[in-house]
């Protein structure tokens, strides 16, 4: 989308959060809503700095995501305005005078020094609800967070407006890029350092930017959910990758994960077409209505079936599933919602006046437990994996002989599966952003 194109959505996505904020501060009994981008913070005993993660209270209104320093303030019935620190200082390059499509929707006042940010915010700091951390206090207003505020907007928040799914599409390209870019690296030959820097000159982003640490698993590596070790060398023989990262568009994420076979002709080859195949299914499931946590656990069905086919278990998949084996292949959650960050909040809040939503028994690990609705967006990521640690818990309490050993070891020199896609709810059929992404580039 061009930024002619997001300047057209943009105007209802303003008008969206004014409405959600004056709807959550007449729940909190406040009278302004100040929102800090938040400030850098340094290593212990150094004067290093961590890289700067915005507040996402604050992108949640404009694509600002390099100013610490800055605030903005809303109070209702009036325009919002942004404080925005555009520091004197020779040693770092600082911010841009503010240019871009969302200009026009603020009364902006530029400051110097951060401490100026006080002659501009509202009179009274007990009159406002401020959204942020600790170390953004200035003078009187330090972060009070309170829940009725944050309950409502965070509940909210898992509803993109269309200028949110543009700014995820757009995020999506860049990581689709880089996803067949390192690909293509695989297939060279190239050790996980060496594909992990393809990536991020495919996407043109680093570690300052992408949305998270990459995961890019070569061989049994992929039995590792979170590996990021990055082996400096190619081993002898690379079978299997398995590459999990994103790419950011102004603060909105995408979250994507393809798994590859070296020989394509391969068993395990059938066994990633197999886990593809289910996946596109569950993320058609993605509709207005549906249990997130009854997408969870038809996926456990689903792949129970698929190690079934493989011989990999010896039992149904119902018992698969009901006896917890299916958990050792598939230890973690369906997915998760996705935007401004990619584990989105109020995964299981009930309401946007609090509550929670339970996971399902035997399910630590998933983040989603709300009814999906238009507008959410959320990734589908089911995997398989041959992760010894489970797999000898198995053995050892008796459920050994669910599964073919022998099978298993076949499998374990390629570490595991997932296939993760990003998928938009709408009232009528699903749109997953990923595929429509790897169309697009193909
Ligand atoms: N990349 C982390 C996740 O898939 O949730
Ligand atoms: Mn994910
Ligand atoms: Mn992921």
Known sequence: MSVQDLAMVYPAHVSEMQRRATEALGRGGFDHLVVPSGTSHYHLFDDRDYPYAVNPQFKAWLPLVRNPGSWLVFTPG???KLVYLQPFDYWHVVPQAPAGYWLEHFDVVVIREPDEALQHLPR???RCAILGEPQSTVGGFAPNNPAPVLQYLEFHRAYKTPYEVAM??????RGVRAHRAAERAFRAGASEFGIHLVYCQ??????MELPYNNIIALNEHGAVLHYTERDRVAPATSRSFLIDAGASHDGYACDITRTYAADTGSEFQALVDAVDAAQRTMCDQVRAGVDYRQLHLDAHQALAAIL???GLVTVSPEAAVATGVSSAFFPHGIGHGIGLQVH?????AASDAGGTIPKPEGHPYL???RDLAPGMAVTIEPGLYFIDLLLDKL?????????DWSRVEAFKPYGGIRIEDDVVCTDADPINLTREGFAEAA
Do not use: H, Y
């Open 168 to 173: 995820m599409r757009a995020a999506t390209r």
């Open 344 to 348: 989105d909040v109020a995964g299981f």
């Open 78 to 80: 009036q325009r919002p």
């Open 395 to 403: 053995k050892a309490d008796g459920r050994g002989d669910s599964v």
């Open 308 to 310: 079934k086919d493989f």
């Open 124 to 126: 009274d700091p007990a």
């Open 367 to 369: 983040r989603l437990t």
């Open 202 to 207: 495919a996407a043109a982003q680093d570690a």
